[in-house]
């Protein structure tokens, strides 16, 4: 970062998180259940058996929870709203108490000076619409713009920023692919069938947007995780693997929402399992969006594998690089890049960092009640730097939001992985700001300007 570089007044210091992995009471006051709550509740499916059902308790700490993001000094907090809180079977009757949680959330972070930034679907499906095909019927389409609907009506007035869909990409390739996340299918016929109507719901609930009053005051986008894939050599097989895992991850729902067609590539991966899709689809997908949100965690470095079926791209490990909890190699310079390229291949537009975060083992709370994470630290510092480099090079961003604010529930992984800048005791829902949150509300309060230091 050079020393005449400064974060814009304005720019967005926010943390994330989403609805299953924080709440808890995931069936109360009429909510129905979702497709974690049944996939977290079969056996065998999470790591220890860990559920949802409690989390980080925020269902009855948001209060609390807001105070705290208060005393980091966010500026904004990005969370998703359970769809079965507020339409308990999807479609249909509204459930007044589940949209009043939402509503006195919002009205608690105004009260403390946080925007709200709200995240439509976070991956926890009314379990009543996956009995009727989910992702998989067409019909999702309009059941995904009505419940956008009850909620741009419901919070329009107060909610300057939207997202219709968390990470396309997770959904069909870990819940319809490989079946490691919910609704847990692996089917090749059907993952891209769930991106596509993944990718058309996003299209209607913009076209509803559009069409309320809360387009008036806010703006709304998509959040996608990217992954950007760099060659292992240059050798054609490995530059056409690498392009594969791209389309793949990537650009295959980035082309269809900019560009308004599939990559090429996806025809070569998926071979007969890849259909032919009306114009009228491709079209409803293209709708103007306001601003797009990326989640970077992690680079890879692909090479040709005939084995690892459909893609043909393995992953090469790299033993030098500080690898998280998860396995996930830290290698900020790949924001930097991912951001830039965005902006070449899809032209200038607002840019938000949604998600960006580590699992590292943190030590417990030491009895000073401090938390000392350094790797975190670190890696909230490297990435920060990634985003500014980005920035001076003419990039739009407007935001960062670290993943996550609270420790929580990591979906198949259970509560194992802490991402939190906060750490939660599970026993007693004790909330201890790390150093890393003491690390970030510096930079907030400074503007990012103690990065140049
Ligand atoms: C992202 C998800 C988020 C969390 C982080 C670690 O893919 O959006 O819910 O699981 O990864």
């Not at 006051?29 to 056996?43: K, L, N, Q, V």
């Not at 890696?379 to 960062?400: E, K, P």
Request: proline share 6%; aromatic share 12%.
């Amino acid at each position: 970062m050079s020393d005449s570089f400064r974060f814009p007044e304005g720019f967005l210091w926010g943390a994330a998180t989403s609805a299953y992995q924080i709440e808890g009471s995931p069936l109360a006051d009429g909510a129905g259940a979702s497709i974690w709550h049944r996939f977290s509740h079969t056996p065998g499916l999470t790591l220890n058996g860990d559920t949802g059902d409690s989390a980080c308790d925020h269902y009855r700490r948001y209060e609390s929870d807001v105070a705290l993001m208060a005393e980091i000094g966010l500026s904004s907090y990005r969370f998703s709203i359970a769809w079965g809180r507020v339409m308990p079977t999807g479609r249909g009757p509204a459930n007044a108490k589940g949209i009043d949680f939402y509503s006195r959330l919002v009205d608690t972070l105004l009260a403390h000076g946080i925007s709200p930034n709200v995240t439509l679907y976070h991956w926890d499906l009314p379990a009543a619409l996956d009995d009727q095909g989910g992702w998989l019927n067409r019909d999702i389409a309009g059941w995904f713009a009505d419940y956008a609907t009850l909620m741009f009506n419901a919070l329009g007035d107060r909610v300057p920023m939207w997202s219709t869909i968390n990470e396309p990409w997770v959904v069909s390739d870990g819940g319809y692919l490989y079946g490691v996340l919910a609704p847990g299918h692996r089917n090749l016929f059907e993952a891209p069938i769930a991106s596509h109507n993944l990718l058309r719901s996003h299209g209607a609930a913009v076209q509803a947007f559009r069409a309320s009053n809360a387009a008036t005051r806010s703006s709304i986008g998509i959040v996608v995780n990217l992954e950007p894939k760099y060659a292992a050599s240059n050798s054609p097989e490995d530059l056409a693997a690498t392009a594969r895992a791209d389309a793949y991850m990537n650009r295959q729902y980035l082309d269809p929402v900019f560009l308004g067609r599939y990559p090429e590539e996806m025809k070569e991966i998926f071979g007969e399992a890849w259909p032919e899709w009306p114009q009228d689809d491709m079209t409803l997908i293209a709708q103007p969006i306001d601003f797009l949100g990326v989640n970077y965690y992690k680079r890879s470095i692909s090479r040709h594998d005939p084995e690892t079926l459909p893609m043909r791209v393995s992953g090469v490990h790299q033993p030098d690089s500080v690898h998280t909890d998860l396995q996930w190699e830290v290698y900020a310079p790949a924001l930097t890049d991912v951001l830039l390229w965005i902006k070449a291949r899809y032209g200038d537009l607002p840019l938000y960092v949604t998600e960006n975060g580590a699992a590292f083992p943190d030590p417990p709370t030491s009895v000073e009640g401090q938390v000392k994470d350094p790797l975190r630290v670190e890696y909230l510092r490297a990435h920060l730097h990634a985003i500014s480099d980005a920035m001076q090079q003419g990039v739009d961003l407007r935001g960062y939001f670290v993943w996550s604010l609270l420790d929580n529930f990591e979906w198949s992984h259970g509560f194992s992985p802490r991402f939190g800048i906060v750490h939660v005791d599970y026993e007693t829902q004790d909330r201890t700001i790390k150093s890393s949150g003491r690390y970030y509300a510096e930079v907030a309060r400074s503007n990012g300007s103690i990065l140049a230091e």
